[in-house]
């Protein structure tokens, strides 16, 4: 599904919850079909446990907020590729990253 109005810059944001070990991402993107089973996938590659998952989508635009934990997450640089990571999933960059 291609956006009709103008497509919606992705982007992620990863903070760590004061009340617990866990940590909130918050998503934004257009939407399209898959986007949901590309962001599995990276929680999956980096083992990462999905605890809650407010998902929103308005129109073309996607905002969804999960709440996950894992080990990764304890370390900057894991930190950062999963960010990254996700970035490219909210893009579509992850499915031509497993066909190269």
């Known amino acids: 599904r291609v956006s009709r109005v103008f497509p919606v810059m992705p982007q992620a944001e990863l903070q760590p919850d004061e009340r617990s070990t866990s940590w909130r991402l918050s998503v934004t993107a257009t939407d ?3 986007l949901l089973h590309a962001l599995a996938r990276v929680f999956a590659r980096h083992e990462i446990n999905l605890l809650m998952a407010k998902i929103m989508t308005l129109g073309d635009r996607v905002e969804d907020v999960f709440i996950v934990d894992g080990s990764a997450l304890a ?3 894991s930190q950062m590729q999963f960010e990254r990571d996700i970035l490219d999933a909210l893009s ?7 066909a190269a």
Do not use: H, L, N, S
């Open 32 to 34: 399209r079909p898959g």
């Open 75 to 77: 370390r900057p640089r």
């Open 92 to 98: 579509g960059d992850e499915a031509q990253q497993r």
